[in-house]
């Protein structure tokens, strides 16, 4: 097969020569019907051999794409995506994989509107699978990371050792994706909530001894709270929870007397940000508590990524999450997330979080949830659908 291209002033064209001639069923379907995953092309023949011309105007190359520099974990997973998006769009048209060429030079990307789109050639000749040519890619793209941030070296090998299997699929080189993402965000947090309470730490080491020094390394006695601090998410959390405690505890001593005393620090400090005042019940000598009245204001889900998903106001008792705008109402703009991924209780008894069975998963805190079971939601909990995440925040 040979290889040429073509420029004009306004147009360029990808050549491939060979013996390679369209089908008839697989030509009438092109015809009738925009396939989105592949180049539009013509043929010609030429002393006796085809010609197959296809339009690349204002595209790159994967090859160029790559050897530009312009790398990352985001734009790998992108890549994988629409392999998985172009196959799936062949099996519908019943166009044979074996008539698709993959290569570095083939593969030809376009960024519309922000958005990264990928397109396919299809050459009817004799090729191998489109997941053993992609095996081939991803040898090309590991051989292109290696030697670059650790982070990409580290998550191409990870998806070459699945594309070397007899048998995989594009939805486990996502999973891998994905998991490796979730790894690396849990480490970013520990190293965070590390830094963050040896700071605490320090500074009041200092003001109760200003003469001593403070030591570098947390001690063994706070061992514990430091761990807590890591899985546990949020120092509101912690205070919350010992709010609950002290109110258990005094359950029988005057419960009222407390809340007494929460009102008259807000009115003291004017903050009309959130009011203070539990609902509560005694069920065998302990408290209850139930959910805080929020004067009229709902929870929050603020989106922490820089896609084009948004924030939701939490104003209604059930609200569904999911893709289909006509059965959710939290909508989500990714693929990875189902039609109808998961639901988002507000009870008396607070926010409960439940995944619907959905493929790739929901995620409390960076822990994937089991399908169907409802979990209690706090403020400050990190809610990953799949790959798109959510800071749950209560008013």
């Known amino acids: 097969m040979e290889v040429q291209y073509k420029r004009n002033f306004n147009e360029s064209y990808l050549i491939l020569e060979g013996e390679g001639r369209e089908c008839a069923y697989e030509e009438q379907m092109m015809e009738k019907n925009q396939i989105t995953s592949l180049l539009s092309f013509y043929t010609m023949e030429v002393n006796n051999r085809v010609q197959f011309w296809y339009d690349i105007t204002g595209k790159e190359s994967l090859k160029d794409y790559i050897q530009r520099g312009e790398w990352s974990i ?85 998806l070459y050792d699945i594309a070397i299997r007899e048998h995989y699929s594009f939805w486990q080189l996502l999973d891998c994706i994905q998991s490796y993402r979730m790894e690396l965000a849990e480490d970013q947090w520990k190293t965070k909530d590390q830094a963050s309470y040896k700071e605490i730490r320090d500074k009041e080491q200092v003001e109760k001894n200003p ?140 926010y409960f979080l439940e995944d619907l069975g959905s493929r790739h998963g929901t995620f409390l805190n960076y822990a994937r949830l089991p399908a169907h079971q409802k979990v209690p939601l706090q403020s400050m909990d990190v809610i990953r659908f799949a790959d798109v995440e959510y800071l749950f925040v209560l008013p």
């Not at 992108?78 to 998985?84: G, L, P, S, T």
């Not at 998903?309 to 008792?317: P, R, V």
Request: aromatic share 8%.
């Open 74 to 158: 985001e734009k790998l997973e992108e890549i994988v995506r629409y392999m998985d998006g172009a196959y799936r769009e062949l099996q519908k048209y019943l166009v044979k994989q074996e008539h698709i060429l993959l290569c570095p030079e083939t593969i030809f990307l376009e960024r519309k509107e922000g958005e990264l789109c990928m397109f396919l050639c299809y050459y009817p000749g004799e090729l191998d699978s489109i997941f053993v040519q992609f095996r081939e890619v991803m040898e090309f793209i590991l051989s292109m990371a290696d030697g670059r941030q650790k982070e990409i070296t580290e998550i191409c090998y990870r």
């Open 211 to 350: 003469e001593e020094s403070v030591d570098s390394d947390v001690p063994s006695a706070d061992t514990g709270r430091a761990c807590d601090m890591q899985e546990g998410g949020s120092m509101m959390r912690e205070k919350v929870q010992n709010l609950a405690a002290l109110l258990k505890n005094r359950a029988q001593k005057g419960c009222e007397e407390i809340f007494q005393m929460i009102r008259g620090s807000q009115d003291a400090t004017g903050d009309q940000g959130v009011d203070f005042m539990y609902d509560y019940e005694m069920e065998d000598g302990d408290l209850a508590l139930q959910r805080p009245v929020s004067s009229g204001k709902s929870a929050r889900l603020e989106y922490q990524g820089n896609g084009r998903e948004s924030d939701y106001l939490m104003d209604q008792d059930q609200m569904r999450v999911g893709r289909d705008r006509k059965e959710n109402e939290v909508v989500l703009q990714s693929a990875l997330v189902e039609r109808c991924h998961a639901k988002i209780y507000g009870t008396a008894e607070g």
